[in-house]
């Protein structure tokens, strides 16, 4: 079992950038893919990014491709998302999860944070 707690979100200018982190507990954060989701308001959640359990792979939405970067640090038990030049679009509430597959459907993801909100103001 995972646990998982993100954090970073907040207000930002566009253009502006974010770090968000997921800590996560339970031996099986290092054997899990994890991927990234984002939520606004009157939308559906959608993928933003996905990395496999050794980080050798991953895979983003073409919303965010050249802009965010995902990384996770197998020794500290945390997953990252760098959002550069971020735009008043990419306001949303940002989760974490965590799979056994690489996956971009939020269907194959078991466990999930409890969110962290990102406002980009124009």
């Known amino acids: 079992q995972v646990q998982l707690v993100e954090s970073g979100g907040g207000l930002v200018q566009a253009g502006g950038s974010l770090r968000l982190s997921c800590a996560a507990s339970?031996?099986?954060?290092?054997?899990?893919?994890m991927g990234w989701f984002r939520q606004a308001p009157g939308k559906e959640r959608e993928f933003v990014a996905v990395?496999?359990?050794?980080?050798?792979?991953?895979y983003y939405a073409d919303s965010v491709k050249g802009r965010f970067t995902i990384s996770r640090d197998n020794t500290m038990n945390t997953l990252y998302l760098q959002m550069n030049s971020l735009k008043p679009e990419d306001t949303a509430v940002y989760y974490c999860?965590?799979?056994?597959?690489?996956?971009?459907?939020?269907?194959?993801?078991?466990?999930w944070g409890q969110g962290t909100q990102v406002t980009v103001s124009s």
């Open positions: 999860a965590a799979s056994g597959v690489v996956a971009i459907i939020s269907a194959q993801y078991h466990y």
């Open positions: 339970g031996r099986t954060f290092s054997s899990s893919a």
């Open positions: 990395i496999s359990w050794t980080g050798g792979i991953t």
